[in-house]
């Protein structure tokens, strides 16, 4: 099973999304290890978004991922990592696929909604840096035999 890091930007939780993202994950049948609201530093901006420290949009990404808190997750599942971009949907909402969270939600790239590990190694440093080991949940669903065979 692996795992991803998830995160309803301030857009989101400032329009009252953030449960509809939540429930999208829990209906798909994915399982939530860790849940918060942040307030995000500038430091914390500047390290996640640290591969794009050259683009020229790189300013405006920090000072809106820290304009307003987020929520953090870290989700568990077959093949999570891509599985949760495909629910996320493209990187600019105008076209990304209805059923999407960009999709159905979004109207500019700046204001995507959500933000998904684009991969094992992208998912595993985000979800260090997010979280502490102890803010992880171990449980076994109950519904976990009825999702896979
Ligand atoms: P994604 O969030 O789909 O993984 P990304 O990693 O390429 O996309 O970019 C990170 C975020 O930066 C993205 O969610 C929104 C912003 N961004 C990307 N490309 C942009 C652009 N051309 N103009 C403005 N913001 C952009
Ligand atoms: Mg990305």
């Known amino acids: 099973m692996e795992r991803t890091f ?6 989101g939780v400032q329009r009252g999304l953030a ?10 049948g994915f399982k939530l ?30 000072s809106f991922i820290t304009s307003s808190p987020v929520v953090a997750m870290v989700w568990e599942g ?3 990592i891509s599985a949760a971009r495909t629910l996320i949907g493209a990187t600019n909402p105008i076209e ?6 960009r ?3 979004g109207m500019d790239i700046g204001r995507n909604l959500i933000h998904g590990s684009d991969g094992a190694d992208t998912a595993a440093s985000e979800i260090a840096l997010w979280f502490n080991e102890d803010e992880l949940a171990s449980w076994e669903p109950a519904t976990t035999s009825w999702l896979y065979e």
């Open 103 to 105: 999709g159905d939600f």
């Open 19 to 28: 449960g509809n993202v939540i429930a999208r994950f829990e209906a798909k």
């Open 6 to 11: 998830v995160m309803v930007k301030p857009d």
């Open 33 to 62: 290890v860790g849940l918060k609201l942040v307030s995000v530093s500038k430091e914390l901006a500047e390290e996640h978004y640290g591969v794009h420290k050259e683009r020229p949009f790189f300013g405006s990404l920090v």
């Open 78 to 80: 077959k093949n999570v």
């Open 96 to 101: 990304a696929a209805p059923g999407t969270i």
